[in-house]
């Protein structure tokens, strides 16, 4: 069995990916918590602000790598910090540099390893209020194509860039049914995201289905980046 390593999977997108694959693949997860996380699931527990993933017990292979962790800061510009700029970035793109930088030597022993990252839709859609969170993101998509094109074809690099997904992380924006109404209004689909969707979809960029993918940036968001709602 391949060997996939999820950088965070103990709730939300990462925990829905991790069940979707759990029977197909050996599954390591990285992350905090171990709350949601079943018997037949390794677990590292691994703080991506504070630890050096290098450290953990890893096999010597990885296949697959979906990195999860990030932030939803959606402030007016003039009210923003410095600080939570670099906050940000720092969680969202620094951590996952950091983490692929030190797994390099296991991604290559691969055959052909594929590597999953999370944007958003305000990186293509410019949004009001949405300034830290699309310049974090939007860095991480620049930094998977150049990465795709340095390593190809040892190994996959594509981003999943959905819009508003019903996780832990929007559950403030998600808060009531009313809330819930006005934000699946704004979707040609009319309605917002789940795990689900989300987690299919690195599904498929993780399989060799996907093979013939790489340095991609696919817009898992309702149609909101390319289609204007009625």
């Not at 691994?46 to 292979?61: G, H, N, Y």
């Not at 697959?64 to 410095?82: Q, T, Y």
């Not at 094109?149 to 594509?158: D, I, K």
Request: aromatic content about 8%; proline content about 4%; hydrophobic content about 45%.
């Amino acid at each position: 069995m391949k060997n996939i390593l999820l950088i965070g999977g103990s709730y939300g997108i990462g925990q829905a990916l991790a069940n979707k694959l759990s029977s197909t693949y050996n599954i390591h997860i990285a992350s905090r918590t171990n709350e949601n996380i079943s018997e037949a699931i390794t677990y590292h527990t691994f703080d991506v602000m504070e630890d050096d993933i290098a450290t953990l017990k890893l096999p010597d292979t990885i296949d697959g790598l979906v990195f999860c962790p990030g932030s939803i800061n959606l402030r007016p510009f003039a009210a923003l910090k410095l600080e939570e700029f670099e906050a940000d970035m720092q969680l969202n793109f620094f951590s996952l540099v950091k983490v692929v930088k030190n797994l390099i030597p296991k991604l290559k022993n691969s055959e052909q390893a594929s590597l999953v990252f999370f944007s958003t839709v305000a990186v293509k859609v410019g949004m009001p209020y949405h300034t830290s969170v699309a310049a974090a993101k939007g860095a991480i998509e620049g930094f998977a194509k150049a990465l795709a094109a340095e390593y190809a074809p040892s190994f996959r690099v594509n981003v999943i860039a959905p819009s508003l997904t019903d996780t832990p992380l929007a559950s403030k924006l998600l808060s009531s049914d009313e809330k819930k109404a006005k934000m699946a209004e704004r979707h040609p689909l009319k309605r917002v995201g789940t795990v689900d969707d989300i987690a299919s979809v690195a599904a498929f960029l993780l399989s060799d289905e996907s093979s013939w993918m790489t340095g991609q940036i696919i817009g898992v968001d309702g149609g909101m980046s390319t289609l204007q709602a009625k």
